[in-house]
Nanobody, 125 residues
């Protein structure tokens, strides 16, 4: 099984950028569906970005064109580059993993059974 530890959260002004990192240990994440999710107070957890085992990426509509999920190539770190941040991006961000059962990775949080502890992102206007 994998262990996930997020880092890189913090405060930013609207329009600025932040990069989140997820340190992955315990197994090679090429066997897993990997994702970044976020949750703000009073809202459900939503998918921000998903990476299939073959490297295919998908994004939630609110972040398309602004956020990029990427691998560092060594299968030890999963990054989320967040550009043009806005106050609606304020949330706790979580890294998640699920052992891949098919080539397609769901964006539903219930599909993922490994989670990091989360890192807070706060964007002010």
């Amino acid at each position: 099984q994998v262990q996930l530890v997020e880092s890189g959260g913090g405060s930013a002004q609207a329009g600025e950028s932040l990069t989140l990192s997820c340190a992955v240990s315990g197994d090679a994440y090429s066997r897993y569906c990997m994702g970044w999710f976020r949750q703000s107070p009073g809202k459900g957890r939503e998918a921000v970005a998903i990476m299939d085992p073959d490297g295919t990426t998908r994004y939630g509509d609110p972040v398309k064109g602004r956020f990029t999920i990427s691998s560092d190539g060594s299968e030890t770190t999963l990054n989320l580059q967040m550009n043009r941040l806005n106050p609606e991006d304020t949330a706790m961000y979580y890294c998640a993993a699920s052992r891949a059962r098919t080539g397609y990775c769901s964006a539903l949080p219930s599909y993922y059974n490994y989670w990091g502890q989360g890192t807070q992102v706060t964007v002010s206007s």
